[in-house]
């Protein structure tokens, strides 16, 4: 077994991983997100200060990092529901990766602007 990796570069493996972190990820955020939620309801001063918080440069780069989480995980999850369920599916599970790659780029392309233009304006002015 070559040294330093456990899956030997094969792309199923990797987006395997990749799907279980992402899963993991997304979860966490959805535990953060009802925990910080549910603050206003103990202490509104509070929320108000995890919210100016959430006003960040930093926390910005964190949702594009979630942004691209959910977008990897939904798009590998209909890949993996074409592979368990299409006759062909196995035959074509390399391409399709290679597809759902292609697609999540352009995708987070696309979502640039949207999740970081702010942290932009704040940090460089408008």
Partial sequence: MPAGTLYRGREGMWSWVAHRVTGV???FFLFVHVLDTALVRVSPEDYDKVV???????VALLE?????????HA???LR???VDF?????RYQKQMLW???GIWIVLMAGALYP????????VFGS
């Fill in 52 to 58: 100016a918080v959430y006003k960040t440069p930093i």
């Fill in 75 to 77: 798009l590998n999850g």
């Fill in 25 to 27: 990820l997304i979860f």
């Fill in 115 to 122: 999740v970081l233009g702010h942290a932009a304006r704040e």
């Fill in 64 to 72: 594009y990092g979630l942004v691209a989480a959910v977008l990897f």
């Fill in 99 to 101: 597809t759902v790659m």
């Fill in 80 to 82: 993996v529901i074409a």
């Fill in 86 to 90: 299409w006759s062909k599916g196995p």
